[in-house]
């Protein structure tokens, strides 16, 4: 979408720098940027290479995982994701994204999910990386899955979290943090869970060009900042295209999560950033 391509159709033009300017602009320091697939995971570290800021990880999301057996070599298509860390190790600083998605498992069955979960937890021990998780209405598996390699597991945060409490719980218990975005605040009962996560275990994303708080969203009262955007038919180099998730809106998360928690907002944006320096970047703590 940061090239002006929407569903296979050229809308604009490509205006990653642009967005990447309204990041910087409004105070961000470093930018992650997640990886679905081998592919994604080259084309993710490519991108971080172009700027100090950016950072990039590895691995297969769930809904991919039948690339695995697709590539026709399995644990080769493994080690591309694990030499690809260890040979940029300057950038690369999560395992994932990888999980389990129960949502959508048109893409990918449920038993091949887990088979390539596990593979890619084994990376873990051997890359001393962070994981970057998704769970998507598949909680017990999840949850047993990573309890049973709990042994071999580094830390981690199991990403646009949309469970309830006690999913919450059986995370916390993992010692896993737990990452709030839009797509996390869509409901009155998103929003109780949200309340019930320690503020030392909580970060903020935006999962972006996906998961924008929506004007449906319960969360949407509680947003302050607001960003001037067009149609992407309308693109203009100054604003945000509607629709389209960009980095610069993580304020928006923070503004919702200050006032259902009731939190000091300051306090709460230094106690998620340490949170997150400690998990992907300790050396710099």
Same mark, same amino acid.
């Given at each position: ?7 296979? =159709? ?6 990653? @720098? ?34 100090? &800021? ?7 999301? +769930? ?10 070599? +399995?644990?080769?298509? $493994? &080690?591309?994701?694990?030499? $690809? #860390? ?10 994932? *994204?990888?999980?389990? @998605? ?12 887990? &088979?390539?979960? !596990? ?19 598949? =909680? @017990?598996?999840? %949850? ?13 945060? %199991?990403? =646009? ?6 999913? #919450? ?10 990452? %709030?975005?839009? /797509? =996390? $605040? ?18 903020? !994303?935006? @999962? /972006? ?8 969203? #319960?969360?949407?009262?509680? %947003? ?21 998730? *960009? ?16 939190? *000091? ?21």
């Amino acid at each position: 979408m940061y090239q002006g391509v929407y569903h296979g =159709s050229q809308k604009h033009q490509p205006d990653l @720098d642009k967005v990447l300017e309204r990041s910087w602009k409004n105070n961000l320091s470093k930018i992650i940027i997640t990886a679905g697939n081998v592919e994604e995971s080259k084309k993710a570290l490519e991108i971080a290479r172009t700027d100090g &800021k950016l950072y990039s990880t590895v691995g297969c999301h +769930p809904t991919r995982c039948n690339e695995f057996e697709e590539s026709g070599n +399995p644990e080769e298509y $493994l &080690k591309s994701l694990s030499d $690809l #860390a260890l040979n940029n190790k300057d950038k690369i600083v999560a395992i994932g *994204e990888m999980g389990l @998605d129960y949502d959508r498992l048109n893409f990918c069955p449920k038993e091949t999910q887990k &088979k390539y979960f !596990e593979l890619q937890l084994s990376l873990c021990s051997t890359l001393k990386l962070p994981m970057f998780l998704h769970c998507r209405n598949a =909680s @017990d598996d999840f %949850v047993r899955i990573l309890r049973k390699h709990k042994n071999e597991l580094t830390p981690g945060v %199991v990403h =646009s979290f949309d469970g309830n409490p006690e999913d #919450a719980n059986s995370i916390l218990q993992l010692g896993l943090y737990i990452g %709030v975005n839009g /797509c =996390s $605040l869509k409901t009155e009962e998103n929003l109780f869970a949200i309340t019930t996560i320690p503020s030392d275990r909580l970060m903020i !994303e935006t @999962d /972006c060009p996906w998961c924008e708080i929506r004007p449906t969203h #319960a969360s949407a009262n509680d %947003v302050i900042t607001h960003f001037p955007s067009v149609k992407k038919e309308k693109w203009q180099a100054d604003q945000m295209v509607k629709g389209r998730n *960009e980095p610069c809106t993580i304020v928006q998360i923070l503004e919702v999560l200050a006032r259902i928690r009731d939190e *000091e907002e300051e306090y709460l944006c230094n106690q998620i950033y340490k949170n997150t320096m400690k998990l992907f970047f300790p050396y710099e703590l």
